[in-house]
T-cell receptor
Framework: EAQVTQNPRYLITVTGKKLTVTCSQNMNHEYMSWYRQDPGLGLRQIYY???????DKGDVPEGYKVSRKEKRNFPLILESPSPNQTSLYFCASTSSLTRADLTDTQYFGPGTRLTVL | AQSVTQLGSHVSVSEGALVLLRCNYS??????LFWYVQYPNQGLQLLLK??????LVKGINGFEAEFKKSETSFHLTKPSAHMSDAAEYFC????????????FGAGTRLFVKA
């Protein structure tokens, strides 16, 4: 079954304790992306990756890091989480099997609800 | 800069009534526009998208949207609401900025009354 998986689904942590949210897709997609969803703000793009070892900032990258060492995985790293990073996080990948373009449909994971105390 | 505005954070309709969710965009280049739906505790799912060609786009679950360049709008409609349509709906635009990014509206929550 084609899917995007995220782990963990729920996480409560404390300020400053490094954490990683994993994202994996089994569709051989090149383009992957991370978003955060906050009430009244919709989804805002944190980082995206056009391919292995190619990443770029979205609209709200501060406080986050990503890596793309292999095609299927795109982890989101919070080196020193703060309470303002409490949010619902979504990973997504595109439908293109070759070069991603603007018309592609994004497939979303189920979300990770993060609370930073 | 590109932006997406969804008019109305909450919309309530009766079952069987017309659904109209409004989306306006701002883009300096030809836009690629999307509508996604999010059911409770789930990720987003594509409803429909406009890329090029026909301006009236049909999607899943009986939804459709019309791209109106002169009005910079991409409103989502469904002739007859069903209880299962209750969800949050997001309009989005894809833009190229070196790589490319997707910008989402703030979302509209649709309530359907029996």
């Amino acid at each position: 079954e084609a899917q995007v998986t995220q782990n963990p689904r729920y996480l409560i942590t404390v300020t400053g304790k490094k954490l990683t949210v994993t994202c994996s897709q089994n569709m051989n997609h090149e383009y992957m992306s991370w978003y955060r969803q906050d009430p009244g703000l919709g989804l805002r793009q944190i980082y995206y990756s056009m391919n292995v070892e190619v990443t770029d900032k979205g609209d709200v990258p501060e406080g986050y890091k990503v890596s793309r060492k292999e095609k299927r995985n795109f982890p989101l790293i919070l080196e020193s989480p703060s309470p303002n990073q409490t949010s619902l996080y979504f990973c997504a990948s595109t439908s293109s099997l070759t070069r991603a373009d603007l018309t592609d449909t994004q497939y979303f994971g189920p979300g990770t609800r993060l609370t930073v105390l | 800069a590109q932006s997406v505005t969804q008019l109305g954070s909450h919309v309530s309709v009766s079952e069987g009534a017309l659904v109209l969710l409004r989306c306006n965009y701002s883009s300096s280049v030809p836009p690629y526009l999307f509508w996604y739906v999010q059911y409770p505790n789930q990720g987003l799912q594509l409803l429909l998208k406009y890329t090029t060609g026909a301006t009236l786009v049909k999607g899943i679950n009986g939804f459709e949207a019309e791209f109106k360049k002169s009005e910079t709008s991409f409103h989502l409609t469904k002739p007859s609401a069903h209880m299962s349509d209750a969800a949050e709906y997001f309009c989005a635009v894809s833009v190229r900025t070196g790589g490319f990014k997707t910008i989402f509206g703030a979302g509209t929550r649709l309530f359907v009354k029996a």
